[in-house]
């Protein structure tokens, strides 16, 4: 049959006592350190995702940004091309009217000069 010397019975006594005082100086700190651990991973993701969204939209504000000064740079360009227009045609009319003024006040001095001339 079965005998239970008090051996046995003390290294069953000192295993329990040896599980409780594992327990509570190692089992316990190391399972806060995880769960800490864990909760400011979990913290870092929350973050991280946060962070991103607010990337995505300030990206997206930054490209609408680029999309409307493209439009803008390609109005005010437009707008100077039709300035410049003007002004070559404004240019060239009163170059024109200088020419036309040069080549009349030649012809009068030339019809002067020969109305002298045939006198």
Do not use: C
């Not at 000192?14 to 190692?26: E, G």
């Amino acid at each position: 049959m079965l005998r239970l010397d008090m051996n046995f019975v003390w290294n069953i006594v000192n295993l329990i006592v040896l599980y409780f005082l594992l327990r509570h100086f190692l089992i316990q700190p190391v399972m806060n350190v995880i769960n800490k651990r864990q909760t400011m991973i979990e913290q870092s993701i929350s973050n991280a995702r946060s962070s991103e969204g607010q990337a995505a939209v300030l990206k997206k504000q930054y490209e609408e940004k680029l999309a409307a000064s493209g439009e803008e740079g390609t109005k005010l360009i437009e707008e100077a091309k039709i300035q410049a227009k003007a002004q070559y045609d404004r240019i060239l009319k009163d170059a024109q009217e200088d020419a036309g003024r040069v080549i009349s006040e030649a012809q009068k001095k030339d019809r002067s000069r020969s109305g002298k001339s045939n006198a």
